[in-house]
């Protein structure tokens, strides 16, 4: 059910795969085991931020522009 108050890693963490067989199925596994990722946020600048600074575990800043693309489809 689609939901207009949840957050981008809520909306991630439906994405998660214990065989991760896509890049946002392994981004969304990634992100769960990071304690600092930015978990209430709904911004794309900040999260693209925090994820450019901080996210070493995201390979490329296109598989988050395909995930937010799908996020905001979402709501």
Do not use: C, H
Not at 8 to 33: C, D, H, K, P, S
Not at 47 to 58: F, I, N
């Amino acid at each position: 059910m689609p939901s207009k108050s949840r957050s981008f890693y809520g909306w991630l963490m439906t994405n998660r795969n214990a065989v991760a067989a896509t890049e946002i199925q392994q981004f969304a596994n990634n992100a769960f085991l990071d304690p600092s990722f930015p978990k209430q946020s709904m911004d794309f600048d900040e999260l693209s931020e925090y994820l450019e600074t901080s996210a070493s575990y995201l390979m490329s800043m296109t598989i988050f522009d395909e995930a937010w693309s799908e996020y905001q489809a979402s709501r």
